[in-house]
């Protein structure tokens, strides 16, 4: 009986486990979609928060970071291959001496140069990270679900153009977010970059 319940309980323990590493697998890939898409954070607050962004998009990111290191906790297997950890050294080789470079020659701040990499290069950093999450969701499936993504996301594109119409509101109430690259000419292009983000 003591056997049963031993091995009933690694069965609930390995289902629980399951569980919580594909609900953090979803929540990873819905939050870098809203990384991905640019704005798209500040637009769904505005909408849900009559105009304003309460929510930064750093929050967004340490979540991200959140979710891959509780995933990596959880799932034991969960490893980042050879290959992401060579690129990532190099990466970050990269970095700092870009950061020396910009720090010698152009006096840049830190503060600067930080808000710089951040906006850049967190998602490509991220992305390396990325194959700890490979059992449980396939490149095949991450195609296709960005595909689907950017078909509405296209449509959008075209129709501001071909209406010169913005079609979505071009600041948030509480000025945070702000799109000053909307205008060419006279002519609205497509466009989703805010001010900060």
Known sequence: MSN???????????HSRFEIK?????????STLFIIINAALPRLEMLLFSGNVPLYSVFLKFSIILYLVIYIIIDSRARIDKTSIIVLTCF?????????IFSVTYNYSLKFRLFGYNSMYFILILVLFYSCIRSNVSAEFITK??????????????SQTVFNN???????????????????YGQVRAFSAPRRF
């Open 4 to 14: 049963y319940n031993s091995a009933t309980n690694k069965q609930v323990k390995v």
């Open 22 to 30: 594909h609900i953090l697998t979803f929540l990873i890939l819905i």
């Open 92 to 100: 970050i080789c990269y970095l700092s001496l870009d950061a020396l």
């Open 145 to 158: 679900y960005l595909i689907i993504i950017s078909i509405p996301l296209v449509a959008l594109g075209i």
């Open 166 to 184: 913005s079609i979505l509101s071009l600041q948030s109430s509480n000025g945070y977010f702000k799109v000053l690259a909307w205008d060419y």
